[in-house]
């Protein structure tokens, strides 16, 4: 007779209480627009972060060489942070680096095709063009998903 291990399942609050917190400074955007850090010598990604931002974060995902964080609280903002312009920034997935100068997205975006093409496509002294500016930075999106509940 053979015995079996029975699996304990658990929530997503009872994982993401085991998750360790701390604080975290950031050092650079990665692609996506994400902020990277360490915590505890793990590569941190935490959303609608700059590079110099000092924040606490929870982490709300790891895996074997990486982790995702949530800021907690903002200990002490990057001098390129700046209010984002739209008021639906927080609450939308559109815009990922608002809260960045329109000089520093473009720069962000630069360096970010610069390290694919060296880290992933191992291509070295590549020469990558500045981001063109464009002129009209906001109010150019035109898509719309309309919601609705059927009723019967």
Known sequence: MSRRRRKIHKSPAE??????????????????????????????????????????????????????GEVTALRQPSPWRVPAPCPLYERCGGCHLQHLPYTQQLSAKTAQVQDCLQRLGKLTDVVVAPTLESPQPFAYRNKVIYHYDRQS
């Open 15 to 68: 994982i993401q209480a085991e998750l360790p917190a701390g604080t975290v400074t950031i050092e650079r955007l990665a692609y996506g627009g994400d902020g990277v850090g360490a915590l505890d010598g793990l590569v941190v990604f935490v959303p609608r972060t700059a590079p110099g931002d000092v924040v606490d974060v929870q982490l709300v995902s790891q895996r074997r060489h990486y982790a995702v």
